[in-house]
């Protein structure tokens, strides 16, 4: 005879849910109806499961607060790409250590290889080698560039 260990699915309600988070249950209902908290409707009201609210809670802990740059990182990039760099020179800082990331230390890249690598981020390549360059994070010589080793990123 095998038992069964699976543990029975546990649902909630906006009301059991409001009571256990010490929350107004509309605020409950809000975060529902948005999607930011995973619920299915039954007749008038929400159903949560527990698996969905500890998901949920896990993702607002602040454990998981981005530092500066991701959050400015997060906010220019759409679909793995930039529009645009920003015009603070702060948040743009920020992009373009996302992009240097990209490059391994000591290492010689071609013009070409620098290209390519800053496309899958960015359309304007020129631009972002010549930031690269003004903001001392890559130096070029002879049309080759390798990322500075003692440039101290900030985010």
């Not at 029975?8 to 009301?15: D, S």
């Not at 071609?110 to 981020?121: D, L, P």
Request: hydrophobic residues 35%.
């Amino acid at each position: 005879m095998t038992e069964d260990t699976t543990k029975p699915l546990k649902f909630y309600t906006t009301n059991e849910l409001a009571d256990l988070l010490k929350m107004n249950v509309q605020v409950i209902a809000r975060k529902l109806q948005s999607g930011e908290l995973v619920g299915y409707k039954l007749g008038k009201d929400w159903r949560v499961t527990e698996t969905d609210l500890m998901t949920w809670l896990d993702r607002c802990s602040n454990r998981h607060r981005q530092n500066p740059g991701e959050l400015v990182v997060s906010r220019f990039m759409k679909n793995g790409k930039i529009d645009a760099l920003p015009v603070q020179r702060k948040k743009r800082v920020y992009i373009l250590e996302h992009i240097l990331r990209q490059f391994e230390l000591n290492r010689i890249y071609t013009e070409k290889e620098v290209n390519e690598t800053i496309t899958r981020f960015h359309d304007d390549y020129c631009r972002v080698r010549r930031e690269f360059i003004m903001e001392k994070m890559m130096n070029r010589k002879n049309g080759k560039y390798r990322r500075i080793a003692s440039y101290r990123f900030t985010g």
